[in-house]
């Protein structure tokens, strides 16, 4: 017998509270794409007004580096979506399977985004953290900044998004979440984790492919 | 400039009678839009206040006719005035070629005023009447704005770049200037003095002020003292490109787009070289960003301008 | 027949003088007693006024940063305030009373009480998260006073590049940190109402029975939730800026100052509508009410609040002028500034129209709402004047601008909100209040306002800038004027604080409906219990359905 969990104040039934979470995740994640809107908003504004040094500074990145953690990232949003096809079957260890591996590719991501870092900072490319720097050009200076700021933030919220999957993955495989009465849960955590996917699918050829 | 309190500032330019004209139009529209609304809301509130005998059969509560028109036909009047207004507007970024340039430094917390032939002035600024003045202003520090009330003029002084102001004074007088754009703590005593004189009193002023010499020869000594004949002179084994001339005409630069060398290209490359680097040269032009003060660059961009073909010394 | 002189609950009139009616006894007032059933609540309405609470103590704070102002612009020599104090004053007055009073006032309150209320629901969508954003707000709000008061912020509420990233002394990074965390408790209480308005309709509530106030309030949501996180980047990049050195609006490192400031007013702009249209909501609510008739174009004035939140968007550079951006972008905004004030003018012209032919009562709301409505229009149309390129060269950071935008917030929002205080009180405390008082009140803050702000349009055109304490001594009269507007004003806020406050104790009990108003609200008891509805109301009429006479009947 599947125990319903009682509906809460104030909805009158599961599906309208269900409808609520998710276009409260929607409205959110409207508003996340204004935060990274703001950067892609420099980013066009600093193609628009020097091309050429913007496709030199976008060429001193590691291209591969990049489209390694890209795979990694894409990769990691088809596991979430695996993990919310078993939530919706009430597969309770499948779901936090997928959810722990989702998970760890994120931080395999973080990993390899601070080697590139290192990387970086020894090639003197790297502004604000006291290493002397081999930038030829303000307009590279400016560019090496934005790529900090737009990748520093995508990384803060791929760690609040890794945190995410791991404290769901965990109630879900100690039964404290109710699978599938609450896949709502596993949903909306989909849902934030795959924006944070679009704006690295954005931010990688804006940064590192401008020609 | 103290007496007793009028409430209409002095007007001291054409230009400053065609903005008080706009203003005196506009509030004639502005009042003619808003007035009945207020004596009608004050009608209806006594014609019908709750308890009064009247006559309130079959009111209507939409009208799409009345709505529509209420809101076209102020608009378009609104689409007058905005021709209007941005016609005056436009004139200002269209300074003659023939005017009277003054350099501007603003820094925290004065304005330094050059004039062409190298008076100095700090905090007050003499101009003469029956010819266009423009002002080349930068910024030392932070944004400053340079007022002239009495002009209805006001322009942000921006760091990084040149910003230009002009006009025709008319109006022989004491007036005040202001900066305009919150730049820090003395910002409330960053004001002075404008002076608009006849030009003979001009011409006596100029002649009364001290001077080095004119701006452009004072930038030829720190073209020569700081290097730049180095490698922009005709014994240079350095290859840089050529200035003689190049003030006002086209450069190609790397990457292919082309610019006119104006102020705001050659203060760039003096500190900012690596910004726009000419076609076919190499980008090894050190920067003078620490060497060199704004008010020393615009004295320099004096004398670049004023280099003919061929005028370059040693 | 006034209404609040008879009121239709007759059992409750020897109730009179007592400290607790039977109504308040059952309501959500007296729902828990102990510290913790207040601040641990989930109930929207005690959550609304934890927020009244907060908001009036930050409206006072920055209001005595207006005094110390004023008082110090008695005189044209700067006598009071040193240079930096008078800086740090205007940037506390600013910052405190844009995000800390303006913004969160009538939303946070009034848009939390009332909302469930209106749209027939117990809540609002997430009401933990309608807690969290109380403390997020009163945390946020009590760490930037913190840094604007100790280390002191000199910079102005609009930290323009580079003095606030490369000059200011003062503690920039901290002020920049604790405005983003403030942030987020405008964007959770738009999501918050966008679901709840989206999702927790009760039956028969269809989009257009929705009262004015719900659309204004869904208007302004839509702007919380897409304008701030600009903001929030906008912060983020000034702090990397003074933190790390990132030059991004540094011009020495190849950056751009004017990048800051279109990336501020971006935000900022659309920021005066979260502070307006919640305003006009309310003013559709009181010209109903008080002429007891449909309010005229109710379509017409819904879809403006609509137009207002989108339009507002794309009027940003008008800040901008005299900045340094070009002609053909100033050209651009400046048509655009002309066009949002079309749908404004569509309420204006609406509210008249609704008065006529209506049952015009002169109680304390309705005369609130006709100030509003004259101090709006004002404020509006001076709008208009500095939308004008050529009138803006020279006005622009002139205490034209400083009056312009002082009539709207203040002599419009501030208004607007006491408009719906003296309305909507009886229904939140359960008690009336002397209506005498409400009106004298209403009549001195209208001429208070208009003497503290009306000669700064003057000396704004006279050519006396802006964030200036020490200014030309031809211009004190017009200073003086002004500085006792204010006390004037500053007494007249007062006074409600008096009577109010007596009448939770004094006044006479409310009932359920004191004003014969429409509107779901007024169908719960007064105060309402904390379940709002012992059901939940099934809708089948349009909104404002006051009986309209169709033959020749009087009052």
Request: glycine share 8%; hydrophobic share 50%; net charge neutral.
């Amino acid at each position: 017998m599947v125990e319903t969990r009682p509906v809460a104040e104030p909805y009158r039934d599961a599906r309208q509270q269900r409808d609520a979470a998710m276009l409260g995740m929607y409205v959110f994640l409207g508003s996340e794409i204004m935060l990274f809107g703001g950067l892609f908003a420099v980013a066009a504004v600093m193609r628009l007004l020097h091309p050429a040094e913007v496709v030199e500074a976008s060429k001193a990145l590691h291209v591969w580096i990049g489209a390694i953690n890209t795979a990694v990232l894409l990769t990691s949003s088809l596991f979430v979506a695996l993990a919310v096809d078993c939530a919706k079957r009430g597969r309770r260890r499948g779901t936090g399977a997928w959810l722990f591996s989702a998970a760890s590719l994120g931080a395999v991501f973080l990993a390899i985004k601070v080697y590139e870092y290192s990387l970086e900072h020894a090639e003197g490319l790297l502004p604000g953290l006291g290493a002397p720097l081999k930038i030829s050009t303000p307009v590279q200076r400016a560019f090496m900044d934005l790529y900090l700021v737009a990748t520093g933030l995508h990384a803060l919220h791929l760690l609040i998004g890794i945190l995410l999957l791991l404290v769901i993955a965990i109630r879900a495989v100690s039964g404290r979440l109710l699978l599938p009465e609450r896949v709502i849960v596993p949903v909306a955590a989909g849902l934030y984790w795959h924006l944070v996917d679009v704006i690295w699918v954005f931010l990688y050829p804006v940064l590192y492919l401008a020609r | 400039m103290s007496g007793p309190l009028s409430l209409w500032p002095e007007q001291a330019s054409g230009y400053g009678g065609e903005i008080d004209l706009f203003v005196i139009a506009f509030t004639v529209l502005i009042v003619a839009l808003s007035a009945p609304v207020f004596v009608v809301i004050v009608l209806f509130a006594a014609k019908y206040r709750r308890g009064r005998p009247a006559d309130r059969e079959h009111p209507q509560d939409r009208n799409v006719w009345l709505e529509v028109s209420w809101s076209i036909i102020p608009f378009f009047a609104l689409i007058g005035f905005f021709v209007w207004s941005t016609d005056l507007f436009a004139r200002l970024y269209h300074p003659p070629k023939d005017a009277l340039e003054i350099d501007v430094v603003a820094r925290q917390w004065m304005w330094k005023f050059q004039h062409p032939e190298g008076q100095g002035e700090i905090n007050e600024l003499h101009v003469p009447t029956g010819e266009p003045v423009k002002l080349v202003m930068a910024s030392q520090d932070v944004i400053h704005s340079l007022y002239i009330p009495a002009l209805r003029l006001k322009q942000d002084v921006v760091p990084g770049r040149y910003t230009v102001l002009w006009f025709n004074a008319d109006k022989p007088g004491t007036y005040r200037l202001a900066c305009a754009e919150f730049c820090g703590t003395d910002h409330s005593v960053m004001g002075g003095s404008f002076v608009i004189q006849t030009p003979a009193e001009y011409a006596r002023w100029l002649q009364q002020s001290t001077v080095d010499c004119s701006l452009a020869a004072q930038g030829g000594a720190l073209f020569r003292g700081r290097g730049c004949s180095g490698c922009h002179g005709p014994a240079s084994t350095v290859k840089a490109p050529p200035l003689e001339g190049l003030f006002g005409k086209p450069v190609a630069l790397e990457g292919g787009a082309t610019i006119i060398a104006d102020e705001q290209y050659i203060r760039d490359s003096i500190l900012l070289p690596q910004k726009q680097v000419a076609a076919g040269y190499p980008a090894i032009m050190p920067t003078f960003e620490n060497v060199l003060s704004e008010e020393d660059v615009l004295k320099i961009v004096a004398y670049i301008k004023s280099l003919g073909p061929g005028d370059l010394t040693q | 027949m006034t209404a609040l002189q008879e009121w239709p609950d007759q059992a409750d009139r020897h109730d009179r003088g007592l400290s607790e009616t039977e109504t308040e006894r059952q309501s959500y007032l007296r729902a828990g007693y102990s510290l913790g059933s207040w601040f641990f609540t989930r109930d929207h309405k005690r959550i609304a006024i934890l927020y009244l609470f907060a908001i009036t103590a930050f409206f006072m704070i920055g209001g005595a940063a207006a005094a110390l102002m004023r008082l110090d612009l008695l005189t044209p020599a700067g006598d009071l305030l040193t240079n930096e104090g008078y800086n740090r004053a205007f940037t506390i007055h600013g910052v405190i009373m844009v995000w800390f009073f303006l913004i969160p006032s009538i939303p946070n309150t009034f848009g939390n009480f009332l909302v469930p209320l209106m749209i027939g629901a117990r809540d609002l969508a997430f009401p933990r998260l309608n807690l969290l954003s109380w403390y997020i707000f009163v945390l946020a709000g009590g760490f930037t006073l913190f840094v604007l008061i100790a280390g002191g912020v000199d910079t102005g509420w609009t930290f323009y590049t580079p003095l606030s990233s490369m000059f200011s002394h003062g503690n920039v990074v901290l002020a920049a940190v604790a405005v983003f965390i403030a942030g987020f408790s405008s964007i959770l209480t738009g999501l918050n109402f966008i679901v709840t308005v989206h999702k927790l309709r009760c039956p028969g509530m269809t989009w257009d029975r929705l009262p004015l106030f719900v659309w204004a309030i869904y208007a302004t949501s839509l702007i919380l939730v897409l304008a701030t996180p600009v903001l929030s980047i906008t912060l983020v990049l000034i702090a990397a800026e003074r933190l790390f050195g990132l030059g991004i609006f540094d011009p020495k490192l190849g950056g751009d100052p004017l990048l800051y400031q279109h990336l501020f007013w971006f935000y900022s702009h659309p920021a005066v509508y979260i502070m307006v249209l919640p305003a006009l909501g309310v003013v559709s609510e009181l010209v109903a009410a008080a002429a007891r008739k449909p309010v005229f174009g109710y379509k017409f004035v819904a879809g403006s609040s609509i137009a207002i939140a989108v339009i507002g968007f794309f009027v940003w550079g008008h800040h901008m002028f005299v900045a340094g951006q070009s002609m053909y972008a100033s050209a651009v905004f400046s048509f655009l500034s002309l066009a949002v004030a079309v749908p404004s003018g569509i309420k204006v012209y609406n509210w008249a129209a609704t008065l006529y032919k209506g049952h015009i009562s002169l109680d304390p709301p309705f005369l609130y709402g006709m100030t509003f409505i004259g101090l709006f229009v004002v404020g509006g149309l001076t709008g208009l004047m500095l939308a004008m390129l050529a009138v803006d060269v020279h006005v622009h950071d002139t205490y034209f601008v400083v009056a312009h935008f002082h009539y709207i917030m203040v002599g419009g929002t501030v208004s607007a909100f006491f408009g719906a205080l003296h309305y909507w009180w009886p229904k939140i405390v359960g008690r009336t209040y002397p209506l005498v008082w409400g009106r004298l009140a209403a009549i001195f803050i209208f001429l208070g306002f208009n003497l503290t702000f009306f000669p700064q349009f003057l000396l704004g055109y006279l050519g006396m800038p802006r964030r200036y304490h020490v200014y030309a001594p031809e211009f004190q009269m017009l200073h003086v004027l002004s500085s006792a507007g204010a006390s004037l004003l500053g007494l007249a806020y007062l006074m409600p604080l008096v009577y109010l406050t007596w009448s939770m104790r004094y006044g006479a009990p409310a009932g359920d409906n004191p004003w014969g108003a429409t509107g779901l609200e007024w169908t719960t008891p007064s105060p309402p219990p904390k379940h709002n509805f012992d059901e939940i109301p099934v809708v089948d009429r349009p909104p404002y359905d006051y009986e309209i006479e169709m033959e020749g009947e009087d009052g």
